[in-house]
């Protein structure tokens, strides 16, 4: 943190205007011996960049943001230059050259978080704006990073903290004689956390189907129609298509957006017994790709009355994720769209080669992922986000039944302090190096 670093802060490639930025104590000092002076705080002035000899680099603009009132929580110089990858490396090496240390990536945004000027959600909450993909992942992300995420994790903090309060103090001062127990206070307390957390659990799912995205594998036996479903969600001839069964041997990916719901579509070889080397390893590929999926699309064509061959291929994947069965070519059957759900399945009737009932599908692929196109109060998750809030839920459950069932005070205690640090690993109150260093990697240079 004593030392001073600088990357150059805007994409590769040539543009209008290129950004180096300069963070630490040295930041005046590079100032001064680049532009000539330090401007005033805030205040762009024009001038000239020019090296040790006086040699001219480039003209443009230098800005100062004195400590703290600065993104890194530091004194930070900008300097505007034209945007030529050759002259914003040429100004670069001269401000590595005063003692400046090249930044690593996204440790403009580590020292703020370190210098409490962000919190640790709203760090990642600046990567995934920049990579945001869709319009609602740029406003569930903005509101991450102006902390709407992370006002609803600490309010949740402060109320387990609360409760812990009350739990550890009764747990301390025995001789008061508190049956703290059977206060329904704590009851009451307990199950509001764990109501309110279950809200921003499915909220949080929301956040991260925007950055993530859903990926759903297609399915089923050769010549089922597979490739031309993709066609269709896709919007573009992305497979080959023909009545030869076994066409597709290896697996497709296409990324598609259904009203700014993320997907990544995978078309697999058909699901088959072969002797046939090539399409037996595409049949591999598509198992694993089934096991890695967060829903499969079963593809069947309706006049086929025997499946029982790809159920049986199917039973072999160890992790099968939930299902909806396709059936398609209604077009050969003079079929009506139609979706009937049961129990245990979705079932879909559409064609593939007319779209008829792709809507239906569509409307499906939002549904079972709790997605709306109502944006109001959602905000970027990631996963480690829904890995800390599912451990604080059980942490909560076994708090439960550590309360109403065993009446264990101690236990109770310290499932209430699992919970709390679970929490705070999502704002970074509690974290650890390793994790800092995980997150950050992931930022761009200069960021």
């Known amino acids: 943190m004593n030392d001073t670093i600088a990357a150059i802060a805007t994409p590769p490639g040539q543009g209008g205007v290129g950004i180096v930025r300069v963070s630490g104590p040295l930041s005046t000092v590079v100032a001064e011996k680049i532009f000539g002076y330090c401007p005033n705080p805030r205040k762009a002035d024009y001038g000239n960049f020019v090296d040790a000899d006086k040699n001219l680099i480039d003209q443009g603009l230098t800005l100062y943001f004195k400590a703290p009132h600065s993104f890194t929580g530091e004194d930070v110089v900008e300097f505007q230059a034209h945007g030529g990858p050759f002259v914003l490396d040429l100004l670069l090496q001269q401000i590595l050259k005063l003692g ?19 919190d640790l959600a709203q760090a990642e909450s600046i990567a995934d704006l920049i990579a945001a993909d869709s319009e609602q992942a740029v406003r569930a992300a903005v509101r991450s ?40 206070a704590i009851a009451t307390q307990l199950q509001e956390i764990r109501e309110t957390l279950s809200n921003v659990q499915q909220t949080a799912r929301q956040g991260s189907l925007l950055k993530e995205g859903m990926t759903v594998v297609i399915a089923g036996k050769p010549n089922a129609g597979k490739s031309s479903l993709l066609n269709q969600l896709a919007g573009s001839e992305t497979a080959i298509v023909t009545d030869i069964p076994g066409t597709t041997r290896d697996i ?31 049949v591999k590929r598509a198992m694993l790709a089934i096991e890695s999926a967060d829903r499969i699309l079963n593809v069947i064509d309706v006049n086929d009355i025997n499946n029982k061959d790809i159920d049986d291929l199917l039973g072999d994947v160890k992790k099968l994720p939930t299902m909806t ?39 499906h692929l939002k549904e079972c992922m709790g997605y709306t196109q109502n944006s109001e109060g959602q905000f970027i998750a990631r996963r480690r986000h829904l890995d800390a809030i599912k451990n604080t839920a059980a942490h909560l459950s076994k708090a439960h039944i550590n309360l109403h069932e065993l009446q264990a005070g101690e236990l109770l205690a310290e499932e209430l302090k699992f919970a709390q640090e679970e929490l705070s690993l999502i704002t970074g109150e509690f974290s650890s190096d390793d994790l800092l260093g995980r997150i950050f990697s992931d930022f761009c240079i200069g960021k």
């Open 252 to 282: 497709l990916k296409e990324h598609i957006q259904i009203d700014g719901l993320p997907l990544h579509i995978i078309d697999t070889a058909g699901l088959r017994e072969t002797d046939d080397a090539v399409e037996s390893e595409g």
């Open 145 to 184: 990073m102006h902390g709407e995420f992370s006002k609803i994790i600490h309010q949740l903090v402060e109320k387990l903290v609360q409760l812990r309060i009350y739990v550890e103090s009764a747990l301390d001062f025995p001789e008061e004689e508190i049956d703290f127990l059977a206060d329904d």
């Open 325 to 363: 069965t396709i059936f398609n070519k209604i077009d050969n059957k003079r079929k009506s769209p139609a979706k009937i759900e049961s129990e245990n399945n979705t079932c879909i009737y559409l064609s593939a080669k007319t779209g008829e009932g792709l809507d239906l599908l569509r409307q």
């Open 100 to 118: 400046v240390k090249p930044a690593r990536a996204g440790e403009f945004t580590e020292r703020a978080f370190l210098n409490n000027k962000i």
